[in-house]
């Protein structure tokens, strides 16, 4: 299952940048009485782009890490962690593997909103079943309808489902909102780089559920890049300090 903070963002990563680079050589001669000197420019051909990569193994293990984010005047700080839990568990009457998905946020160093969520799925293959939410301290249970895994191999610009469900009272059959996850995957700008983002729309208790999140895929596990999450009614979007560290 996937959680609201994991299925997050409607963003756009900035600042990609196509770097070229330019060597000089010189090279002269002469003939008769007199000679002539000349230089040429050479460019070196730009750096091959990565287009398609297997798609990471799910699911995916982050460690803890902070985001910054800035809005109004005041500045906010993101931790976010995803965890898988050893051992199994039970989950809406099936036996089930588990991840421990976080996120704190503090607006100018004081704590003002957490999310801790439990995601159910089972493994070889891969499928998410639902979630048990907690958020600042109430609780929900998400249970998905439908899902679709992504494809074995990501290529740039393709886009496509991941599935959607239904929010719960907690213990109960009473539902209180919908989801619906979607992802799209971005070249990066070297051979060794995609950029896979999740998105998740719909509402929970009448109010809007619009949350984005942005992988570094580079190899195993992936990098988080930043995450974009409605916060007590702002939408703000949150950078990795490490935004394109991953380049060197």
């Known amino acids: 299952m996937k959680t609201t903070l994991r299925d997050v963002f409607d963003f756009t990563f900035?600042?990609?940048l196509l770097i070229v680079l330019t060597a000089c050589g010189g090279g002269g001669g002469g003939g008769g009485n007199g000679g002539s000197a000349g230089s040429a420019m050479q460019s070196s051909p730009p750096p091959q782009i990565l287009q398609s990569a297997p798609a990471p193994q799910e699911p995916f293990d982050i460690p803890s890490t902070t985001l910054v984010a800035n809005s109004g005047g005041k500045s906010y700080t993101a931790i976010y962690s995803e965890t898988p839990n050893y051992g199994t568990t039970t989950f809406d009457g099936r036996?089930?593997?588990?991840?421990?998905?976080?996120l704190t946020v503090t607006e100018n160093g004081a704590p003002i909103a957490t999310e801790i969520d439990t995601a159910y799925y089972l493994e070889s293959p891969y499928q998410p079943l639902g979630m048990s939410i907690s958020v600042n301290g109430r609780q929900f249970d998400f249970l998905y309808n439908s899902t679709d895994p992504?494809?074995?191999?990501?290529?740039?610009?393709?886009?496509?489902?991941?599935?959607?469900?239904?929010y719960y009272v907690v213990n109960t059959n009473d539902g209180i909102g919908s989801l619906t996850e979607t992802y799209s995957v971005a070249a990066w700008d070297n051979s060794s780089t995609l950029l896979l983002t999740t998105y998740a729309t719909g509402t929970l208790n009448g109010q809007m559920v619009n949350e984005t999140i942005t992988y570094v895929l580079n190899g195993e596990?992936?990098?988080?890049?930043?995450?974009?999450?409605?916060?007590?009614?702002?939408?703000?979007?949150?950078?990795?300090?490490?935004?394109?560290c991953w380049d060197y």
């Open 14 to 16: 900035p600042g990609l």
């Open 95 to 102: 036996e089930a593997n588990s991840s421990t998905i976080s």
């Open 150 to 166: 992504l494809p074995s191999t990501l290529n740039a610009g393709s886009s496509g489902p991941l599935g959607s469900g239904t």
């Open 221 to 244: 596990p992936p990098i988080l890049s930043s995450i974009a999450v409605i916060v007590n009614g702002t939408q703000l979007t949150f950078m990795s300090s490490c935004a394109g």
